[in-house]
């Protein structure tokens, strides 16, 4: 656990703005983790053929064409959950993320 330099008695949380005039945005960059390894897996055992954490994807044209079809070629046509079921074929839920920390 991180302990309070001695002597310090200074109001911490006012230096993170976020908290103050924006409480949810912290929660966006969650939601951006989640759909981001969401992708991941997708891409790594449905494109690649591989485990995700063997994933690489250079040299790969196969995703870059995954991610133009699925995720920036509709862009703001569909809503979020609706684009992330789209790119992944599943609704937005922590499992891929969750697999990220396995073992380690």
């Known amino acids: ?56 994807y250079v040299g790969h044209k196969s995703v870059g064409k995954y991610m133009t079809k699925r995720v920036f070629a509709p862009g703001k046509t569909l809503p979020w959950n609706d684009l992330t079921k789209f790119a992944t074929g599943e609704d937005l839920n922590p499992k891929a993320f969750a697999e990220d920390f396995r073992g380690k």
């Not at 976020?18 to 981001?36: E, T």
């Open 1 to 56: 656990m991180v302990k309070r330099p001695e002597g310090r008695n200074a109001p911490d949380y006012a230096s993170k703005i976020h908290i103050v005039v924006s409480p949810a945005y912290y929660h966006n960059y969650m939601m951006g983790q989640l759909f981001a390894s969401q992708v991941h897996h997708t891409i790594a055992r449905e494109v690649l053929k591989t485990d995700p954490a063997h994933a690489l």
